[in-house]
């Protein structure tokens, strides 16, 4: 089978909130900041930046989808699993519903960055909706990259042409989707010794790094 190829990757924007900060009267908004007592407060006010503020400034990579995402995370350190999201048997039109019925939280919604996608071996690679789930998923992760990885064949009920297959994942690529080259392939996929789960979890690994360092 012919593999799709994906385009380089744009550059984006994230501008993290400014400092709580008064020029006109040089006052810091926190009132641990005077002379006395400053070591102690000064390690107070470290203590509440890294409760309150760190965890905002901390990336997530999520792995969405069917059966196969669990596979998938174990073979990658960096990302995980978005539970709500990831079922096992699961098709395009059950994610849509689940996530029309179930939308994310405010601090998901700021620091995804990148959403790993596994669907479509459950629907036989026929478009059951695949401009909904990405228009429901940007909803929900307005300033996340999207991967999708091309799923298994040729076991089960999986009787999908090498045509249907790859026109399938060409349709997530034209809509501005991440398509790796590498794919889960032929053969039952509930196997971690699935050699293509390592090679898979190494391109994952290898994208998350670049969306990293596109943004230095």
Aim: aromatic letters at 18%; a positive charge.
């Amino acid at each position: 089978m012919d593999k799709i190829r994906c385009s380089t990757i744009d550059n984006n924007i994230f501008i993290l909130p400014a400092g709580l900060y008064s020029r006109k009267k040089k006052i810091k908004f926190f009132p641990f900041y005077k002379k006395k007592n400053c070591a102690k407060r000064k390690i107070k006010f470290f203590l509440f930046f890294l409760l309150f503020f760190f965890p905002f400034l901390k990336a997530q990579y999520l792995i969405v989808g069917d059966s196969q995402s669990f596979y998938l995370e174990k073979s990658t350190k960096k990302a995980k699993i978005y539970a709500p999201y990831t079922k096992v048997g699961i098709g395009i039109k059950e994610l849509n519903n689940i996530i029309e019925s179930r939308p994310t939280n405010e601090y998901l919604r700021q620091n995804t960055k990148i959403i790993f996608l596994s669907i479509g071996t459950n629907d036989n690679y026929y478009d059951y909706g695949i401009s909904k789930l990405l228009f429901n998923l940007r909803e929900n992760f307005p300033y996340a990259y999207f991967f999708v990885v091309m799923g298994s064949y040729g076991w089960g009920n999986i009787t999908a042409s090498p045509d249907t297959y790859n026109n399938y994942y060409k349709k997530f690529f034209k809509q501005g989707c991440f398509v790796f080259n590498q794919i889960i392939g032929f053969g039952d996929p509930h196997n971690m010794t699935k050699k293509q789960y390592q090679i898979l979890g190494n391109a994952i690994e290898k994208a998350i790094e670049k969306i990293e360092t596109e943004k230095q």
